[in-house]
Each structure stands twice: as C-alpha cells, then as structure tokens.
C-alpha cells in the first residue's frame, strides 16, 4: 500500500520534473554548439576522425561542475553538428587523472597494440597524480574504432624521472603531448609543454612507447614572439599549405595563460620548418601571431585522420576561459562551433584564416535576406527579426570614416554589438551592455581584430550567435572574435545601422539555426 503523503508526492513529480527540464532547459544551454550533458568541460582533446565518424575527446569532470577528477569525455557525431554523448573514455583509476592529450591513427601497428589487419588507434594523454603533483605522458589504445580504450600495461611511457632534465621542475610540470608520426623520418614525435616554463621539447620515438628527447623550443628562440606571452599549454602540430603560392609549411599552435591581445588566455599560432626532431619558428608578426582577439577561445586542438579527399584543417577550443564563474548551473564549458583553419598569403603577409564548417548550411533556415541596398544613418534595419541562435552572414561597402553596427542578443537595455570601423579596418564585440558580466571582471568590455588592408574594399563579416555565445569572422576569416555572452532569455532582437556615412550592403543573410 501506497501512503497518502507518498501518493501525492508521486502525483506532484510530473510538475517537478517538468519545471527542472525547464531550468536545464534555459540555464544558457547552446542551440548549437557542443557542451557537456551534465558538469564540466576544459578544452578538447583527442580529436579524431575514424571512418565516417568524427571523435571529440575532452576534459570532464563527470561527477562535478567545477575543475576536478580529470579525465577523457567522449562524443561522436557524424557531422559535426549533432553529437552523442558516451561513457567516459580514459577514467580517473588508482588515483591518476587523465589531462589533455591527444590522438592518432597507427596505421602500421608500429605499437604492436594491434595488428596488421587491425591496427590500433592510440591515444596520448597526461597523467596526473594529485598526491605528490606528478605529471607524467601516458597511453591508451582502441582496437574496435575508438569506441573503447585500454591504458597501455607500461605507463606511464615517459616518466617524472625521465622529464625531469628538460624540466625545471623536475617532472611536475610536463603535459599536453601532441603525437603524431612523421613520414619522411620514420619516427613518431611528440610535444610536450612544459607549464610556467615557457618552452616545448620535442621527443621522438620508433614504437610511441619508448621515447627520446631531441630538442626544446623556447620563446628567445623564435624571432620576435612577444616576452609578454608565458605559460605555454596545449601544443598542436601539422602542416598547411599556403594558398596561392604552392607552397606547404608547418605549423605550431599553443595556449598560452597570458598575454593575449583581451587578456589571459589565447591560442598563438606560429609557422616554419621541422626536420622531425627541430622545430625552426619563422620570424612573428605580432599582427598575425593569434587565431582569436576574443576572450573565450581556449586549448585550440585539431582534428586528425581527416581523409585527403576532405582536405581540410578543423580545429575547435574550449569557449571559456572563467574557470566555474560562468551562470550556469548544470554544465560548464562548452566547444567553439567547428572552423577550418587555412593559410593564405594576402599582400606582403601570411594570415590564418578561419571559417565555420560549411556542414552548418544544413541546419541554417532563412529569416531574411538584403541584396544592394543602401543603408544611411537615419535607418535601422533587421529590428522585425528576433532569434537567439543565428548565422548572420553580410558583405559590404562603407563610406570614408563610416562605421557599421550589428546589435544581436537586443532587448531592453541588453544588446551585444558588432562594429566595422571604416577609418581603421576594425571589427569588434562589445559586451559591455551583454547581460549578466557580474560573474568574472573579465566577462566584459570591448575585444577588436584587425582585417587585412586587402580585404576592406568589400567587406565579409560572418557572425554566429548561439544561446550564450557570439563568434565574429572578419574578412576571409583572418580576423576572428570569440566570446561568451550570459543575456536574458527575452533579449532576442536584432539591429543593422550606420554611423558617419552610408554602406552599401550588397548582401545581408540571416538564418536560424536549429539542431
């Protein structure tokens, strides 16, 4: 028998139920982006695409939404845009965490973790001890296509003991290894960052389990990098082409703790030679050095394993850089929306370029669209549109001195605004009046980039409005701005203006996007 008071609690439950979907629904949760079912997120890690099937790992704490118990979250999509949560890849066990790493393809089964007819998957990964604040690089391997791993019997495969001579602190600060295995030398490598140190070593390896230091990259190594710019983290390593002079580099990208261009966190992004044991930086320009000027692009890594018949380049970050501060109470972190990376070499320079997934176009749902129209000051265009989750898209021509303002997220005295300054070829997002900026003395203020002279003539501005975030594209995408912004729920406006002369739009396209 059922009790008077128990049935009723039981007759009530619906009503809970249905009121706590409604906070998880509306406790800031992306349209489309990735972020964690529950608890927290840290940068990704492992990204990998095996068949069809695009893996994203990453730091979770699954039982807590605050940093904690690190170890490998685990998601797959097929398209990048829908994605499955699964159990947790590489646990927490006797006591070691699992911090950032990455993954890639043993095509040969160099290991012997597999075999000929199926060779493993292997997947690289910090080790963590909190009792005595060891980090030491450890591996796992996958042989039914990365649904399960299995930590390698002989972790860790390099030691506190074996760091500690390229590492001041002896051992404690070592992490983050990239692997990947190079070709032209027959060896696998592998960087590794070294904390506060402000350096990288490189380690090289015939079977990606004993493995050899060959050299260190520090920053009085590489031709005007910014002293300002300390604590390397989160090394990324691969090669791109340069568009339009047949030509293919390497790159070097990492996360630095300070001295982005907002303050704190950024991801620099060098390029140059490599011989497979050295790494030889070319000279930097600092008007080129980062692939974001927002606040919220963080432990940028990209996705391996990419069929040439793809050929592109995918990176994504963590978009927080607030630690638990964020307003959000069932989950932290979340990923920046897919971009593809490219190199190009527009006027006397070598820009990065970035652009969003072109996988997003099928899920985008036309609101409205401007062909060739004039807009002057007096005007105010895009006020009938509302919508929380958006993919705006324009091109442009602006008058001498003339700046252009794109208002999202607009309601009551809350808007997030995007400006094009004419008079110095700036794009920025202006969060000051975004919403909720009590939660970090960080959360607001105004972040800008730069476009390439070449690309100011006609101006492409790519903007991606989700629940709690905004990311900018500028010019071919060499000018890029990510942010995270907390408005309320009823601010969905929109408003294009000109200030100082007229624009001629010669396209504006909004769509809504929806999973």
């Not at 529950?38 to 605050?66: C, K, R």
Request: aromatic share 10%; glycine share 10%.
């Amino acid at each position: 028998m059922i009790s008077q008071g128990l049935t009723g609690a039981l007759k009530a439950l619906p009503l809970v139920c249905a009121l706590v979907a409604r906070a998880v629904a509306d406790d800031y949760r992306p349209a489309f982006h990735f972020c964690p079912a529950e608890n927290w997120m840290n940068e990704p890690n492992g990204l990998i695409q095996i068949n069809s099937t695009w893996h994203l790992f990453y730091q979770a704490d699954p039982a807590a939404n605050v940093w904690g118990n690190e170890c490998w979250g685990h998601a797959t999509s097929s398209d990048l845009l829908h994605w499955d949560h699964l159990p947790v890849a590489i646990p927490v066990e006797n006591g070691i965490e699992s911090f950032t790493g990455t993954s890639y393809y043993d095509s040969n089964n160099t290991s012997g973790l597999g075999t000929s007819t199926n060779p493993p998957y292997l997947a690289f990964f910090t080790g963590y001890t909190e009792s005595n604040k060891t980090q030491d690089q450890r591996l796992a391997y996958s042989t039914d296509l990365g649904q399960t791993w299995v930590k390698f019997a002989g972790n860790p495969i390099i030691g506190a003991a074996q760091e500690a001579p390229q590492d001041i602190s002896g051992g404690l600060e070592s992490r983050d290894p990239k692997v990947f295995f190079h070709a032209p030398s027959g060896k696998w490598v592998m960087v590794l960052a070294h904390g506060g140190q402000d350096k990288l070593t490189f380690w090289t390896s015939l079977d990606a389990k004993n493995w050899t230091w060959v050299s260190d990259l520090s920053s009085s190594q590489i031709e005007g990098f910014p002293s300002s710019i300390t604590g390397w983290e989160v090394p990324d390593m691969f090669q791109l082409p340069i568009q339009g002079i047949k030509k293919t580099t390497w790159v070097l990208i990492f996360t630095p703790a300070q001295g982005s261009p907002p303050g704190g966190n950024g991801v620099v992004a060098l390029t140059g030679s490599f011989d497979g044991e050295t790494f030889v930086a070319d000279p930097v320009d600092p008007s080129t050095l980062w692939l974001d000027y927002g606040r919220d692009f963080d432990g940028a890594l990209s996705w391996e394993n990419v069929p040439a018949s793809d050929g592109r380049r995918i990176i994504a970050a963590v978009m927080n850089s607030y630690g638990s501060n964020p307003p959000t109470t069932t989950w932290k972190g979340m990923l920046s929306f897919p971009r593809t990376l490219a190199l190009k070499q527009i006027g006397s320079k070598q820009y990065f370029l970035q652009q969003p997934v072109a996988e997003l176009s099928t899920i985008d749902g036309s609101l409205t669209s401007i062909q060739n129209q004039t807009i002057t000051p007096n005007q105010t265009l895009l006020s009938s549109i509302h919508g929380t989750s958006l993919d705006i898209r324009m091109a442009f021509v602006i008058d001498s001195g003339a700046t252009l303002s794109l208002a999202v997220r607009k309601g009551g005295s809350e808007q997030t605004v995007i400006r094009y300054f004419q008079s110095n070829s700036t794009l920025s997002v202006d969060r000051t009046a975004s919403g909720d900026i009590s939660y970090d003395p960080a959360a607001g203020g105004v972040h800008t980039a730069q476009l390439a002279q070449d690309n100011t003539e006609l101006v492409h501005i790519w903007a991606l409005i989700d629940t709690c975030s905004v990311e900018v594209f500028g010019g071919e995408g060499e000018a890029v701005i990510s942010d995270l912004i907390f408005p309320s729920n009823s601010s969905d406006g929109l408003s294009l203006e000109v200030s100082g002369g007229t624009a001629m739009l010669r396209s504006v396209n909004v769509s809504s996007v929806s999973l």
